[in-house]
């Protein structure tokens, strides 16, 4: 009895260190889990502790504050890239936004801008501009970037532009203010979207917002070129081209072709592919400021037809030894579409002379005037203008880039005046391409690969590897807007495909698994079996006690609570706002929030409890709401007419 007594207290002894161990490992994990939360919970907080200062090159610290570092992500770095304010007018407008920009990311502002236009609408990628506190009159605008690089906004229709709503006092009262975050995320992001799309180098992320002002963080993350253009995205124009650029790159590099002739990659496998056929047909409308950019000292500018500007670059002159040269700059953004570019008619009193990029090409005058020297004869003529009609075809020159056109003015008296008329006329009809982007082609030849499933716009012609014997009908669809709008008809826009293919990447002996079948087939909750063989072959078997460490308790779920606030249906469609046309506008917004540790539930601004905290699961009410949408998809039709 006394030796089965001293073996317990023995064990008891042996074992409280190692229970003391686990509590002590528990308590370290609680504790570094809870301190990676407060640095990575969400992305706020992701964002202001990784995100933003490693794309600002400021200090990052480790999790536990321990050590910090400096990162070099990009090859240029702006603490702020972009800054955008915001002040709301009497009507709920927001009547002055301004937006300072960094474009070369040098760390000043290069770039003021304040929009001429109210914002009455915020969309995903522009804004739509209206009668001061009304729906009327309403003009929409994208968020675009000239060929200069610098930011402007583009008059387009409102199909054009995504996810509009409105803020002005014909929705509601004090909405900006109200909700002034979401409404600086929503214009920030428009303006984001339209500089990452002209130059993808760039990489931007939100830094702060300080009342009605946000700020972002940027820098060039991908590539140490002063060109925009990047190889990468060469693939959007020609997808195909990566798959063969992947095995070039597999084939140079050395680890590849080490991990390929390593033991983990021998043996046989099947692998699923997807892919993709796509017909994409696009449809743009050019309208004349698409093609041709003019600026300077323009006077007048009138159309002389469909697709045709005459500019007249006029002024007074002077008797002196240096007469005045007026100039304008026309800048070629699509030199394919430049039909012609004219001097059409110069007129003056006294003399005028044209010039194209400085060259002297023309007069107007009593007598000649065709170099740097003054004309001869008495300035201050009086009697009757003279005019020169002959047409000078500047055509090279404004297809060749950015043009500029002067009218250098001798003159004086009660005429005192010149001037040069430039005609330029532009090809402003619809253009519309068509490709087949086929992304199966290399499944397809691969011999090794074969067809399992097909659906061709929406119709499974392949399931399992099995012909169905469903054959889609030719679809018609309309593609642009507008004037834009065509009609076409094909035997398919959308095929997905899913290959299996077999790699085999040599033979491979099979593992001997008998030791874990024997561990698997003879061990318990509270008994390790083994078997071993030793050098000369001999197999010898064990049994040991086993047992884990006691596990605290864990919660079923992450308790969660449900919460909703009022919202008013401000959306815009091409009619106008949705919320008048319901008969009551009023919404809710549904909320879902982690509880607190001792489960409470963190209500936001304006928010009310709809179910307390606990395990809750909507997956059913999320089910039945997508199920509506897509039934009520299916039975929409896009007429042409008015029903």
Known sequence: MKGKTLILLINSVALAPQSGLAQDMEARARAAAATSRTKSSDSDAITSNYVNPGLAGEAISTVDNSRSFTTNLA??????????????????????????????????FDQNLTLPVPVSGICANGIVSCDAGSWNNCTPFQWDVASSGSLKLSQVPLTDLSACYCVNASCGSNLVLGNLNSVLKDLGGGIIGALTTADPRIGVAQASIEGPVIRYVGAQTTACTASPSLTSTSYRADP????????????????????????????????????????????????????????????????????CRRYQIRGSGTCGSVPPIYTATFDSIAPARIVSARIVEMGADDWVQARVNGQIVGYAGKRPWTGEALPSGDCRISGDPYYNRTAIDITPQLRAGAMTVGARVRAGGDGNWGYVTVEVQVDTACEVSERLVDLCAGYAQDKSCTLDSESVDGVTTFSNGVNTGLKPLAQTRL??????????????????????????????????????AYIIDRSTETLLADRTASGDG???????????????????????????????NSDVAISGVVGASQNDPAGWNSFYHSCTADNVCPLGEGEELVTACGCLDDFPEAAVMMQTVRLAGSDLACTAGTP
């Open 479 to 516: 593609f642009g807007t507008g004037n834009c709008t065509f009609q076409y008809s094909r035997d398919f826009f959308e095929r997905g495909r899913r290959y299996k293919c077999l790699i085999d990447n040599g033979e491979v002996s099979a593992p001997d698994l008998s030791r874990s």
């Open 538 to 568: 001999t197999i010898s078997t064990s049994t040991r006690a086993f047992s884990l460490p006691d596990r605290p308790a864990v919660p079923a779920c992450e308790p969660i609570c449900k919460t909703r606030a009022p919202k008013a």
């Open 75 to 108: 090859c240029q770095k702006s603490a702020t890239m972009l800054e955008l304010l915001v002040q709301p007018g009497a009507t709920g407008d927001i009547t002055h936004m301004s937006i300072a920009r960094d474009s070369d990311l040098d760390g000043s």
């Open 240 to 307: 195909t081209a990566i798959t063969g650029d992947a095995t070039a790159s597999a084939q140079a590099s050395s680890v590849f072709q080490a991990l390929a002739g390593s033991a983990s990659a021998t043996g046989k496998a099947e692998v699923t592919r997807s892919c993709s056929i796509d017909r994409e047909i696009n449809v743009k409308s050019w309208d004349y400021d698409d093609i041709v950019g003019a600026a300077g000292a323009i006077t007048s500018v009138t159309a002389c037809g469909t697709g």
